[in-house]
């Protein structure tokens, strides 16, 4: 017994954020590693400039801002969005320049759950994000062992992680 079109459809839908998140999660991991690959020729400040400049290349070619008229009331979401964005992603090279991928986009992640924390309303979303939380803290490796975590490194992660709260916020 097939599905009806409508069942079909129905499915895609509710499957379809689900696709969309595992598809950006996945480029946005290969793209920090490809960046971390440019920085031997360009550091990560060379690195996040190619980032930001291609990627408003390729946003200026598909929805021509030019022809949409900026408000004035707008304007300060607008710049806040921007700066953020481009904090955000310098703040995250710059981790990455000093410790691992999984443990930057670890402590990068304590943004967004930050939002969400001050967001949520129901006990269930507060005892998932401090499940998250504690994972987040299992994963930073504290102590003099050869896996310490570089506080610099730490402290990069985290900034990019209050900017990705940030930017959440103003998008």
């Keep these: 017994m097939s599905l009806s079109i409508k069942a079909r459809r129905r499915a895609m839908a509710r499957a379809w954020p ?30 996040t400039a190619l980032r930001l400049g291609l990627g408003a290349i390729i946003l200026a070619v598909v929805l021509r801002p030019w022809r949409t008229k900026v408000s004035l009331p707008s304007l300060p979401s607008l710049l806040g969005y921007g700066v953020s964005l481009g904090v ?48 987040v803290l299992f994963l930073v490796p504290f102590g003099d062992g050869v896996h310490k975590a570089d506080l610099t490194g730490v402290a990069y992660a985290l900034a990019a992680g209050a900017s990705w709260g940030a930017y959440s916020v103003f998008g």
């Design 88 to 135: 955000m992603n310098l703040t995250f090279y710059m981790a990455l320049r000093s410790i691992p991928l999984g443990l930057a986009v670890a402590l990068e992640f304590t943004g967004p759950l930050t939002v969400a924390a001050f967001s949520s309303r129901r006990a269930a979303d507060f005892f998932g994000i401090a499940l998250a939380f504690i994972g």
């Design 18 to 47: 689900f696709l969309s998140l595992f598809m950006a999660m996945i480029s946005v991991q290969y793209g920090a590693t490809f960046a971390k690959g440019l920085f031997p020729a360009v550091g990560a400040e060379g690195a």
